[in-house]
């Protein structure tokens, strides 16, 4: 039972354009949800998160909005550059229990 | 460079040998994972350190893996009798609190 999910493999779009990655989850305890991007032959980098009492988050070009009740979640990239080509993982976990559970990744492509 | 240091980097052994690997955190973090990742998924947790204690491990984790974290510094993970299952990226994390962790560039395995 996959209890975080990112159902689109890949996904491409123009240097300048939006890019919206998506995750949905089963468990609605989670309390926290992160995001963490990954360049090849590295480990995974943190980039943003949000606790549960918020349904927005914002970090510059990158913002994390949370549906509670549709038990999902999503990153904005805006305006996408060629450097945010990487795979980008959801995560989510308990504030208390500090593991995270992670999704399959998206791996996203910036065209120039 | 005060990043989380994982060693080796590679790893290639015969099925059937014991393998062990380091990882060495950032100095102030007193909270340390171990996830493993293989092809095309996400990280998945294998154990948890609050300084030397052990204080959860994963149902992935068989009792052929075994963690140690002495003195609440550097951990070591040892997996013995290699299978070829056992072939995978292995992650190692750090944090200062139960949110976000700073990942290693990981011990990439391969069991022959």
């Known amino acids: 039972d996959q209890q975080v999910k990112q159902n689109s493999p890949s996904l491409s779009v123009q240097e300048g354009r939006i890019s919206i990655l998506n995750c949905d989850y089963t468990?609605?305890?989670?309390?926290?949800f992160l995001w963490y991007k990954k360049y090849p032959a590295e480990g995974p980098t943190f980039l943003i998160s949000?606790?549960?009492?918020?349904d927005k988050n914002e970090d510059g070009r990158f913002t994390v909005f949370l549906n509670k009740s549709a038990k999902h979640l999503s990153l904005h990239i805006v305006p996408s550059q060629p450097g945010d080509s990487a795979v980008y993982f959801c995560?989510?976990?308990?504030?208390?229990?500090?593991?995270?559970?992670f999704g399959d990744g998206t791996t996203l492509t910036v065209k120039p | 460079d005060t990043g989380v240091s994982q060693n080796p980097r590679h790893k290639i052994t015969k099925r059937g040998q014991n393998v062990t690997f380091r990882c060495d955190p950032i100095?102030?973090?007193?909270?340390l994972y171990w996830y493993r990742q293989t092809l095309g998924q996400g990280p998945e947790f294998l154990t948890y350190?609050?300084?030397?204690?052990?204080?959860?491990k994963s149902r992935l984790l068989s009792d052929r893996f075994s963690a140690e974290r002495p003195k609440g510094s550097f951990s070591t993970l040892e997996i013995q009798r290699t299978e070829q299952g056992d072939s995978a990226m292995y992650l190692c994390?750090?944090?200062?609190?139960?949110?976000?962790?700073?990942f290693g560039q990981g011990t990439r395995l391969t069991v022959v």
């Open positions: 994390a750090s944090s200062p609190t139960n949110t976000e962790a700073f």
């Open positions: 468990n609605s305890m989670f309390d926290y």
């Open positions: 949000i606790s549960s009492i918020k």
């Open positions: 995560a989510a976990s308990f504030t208390n229990a500090g593991k995270s559970t």
């Open positions: 100095s102030e973090h007193n909270r």
């Open positions: 350190f609050q300084n030397e204690a052990q204080l959860e």
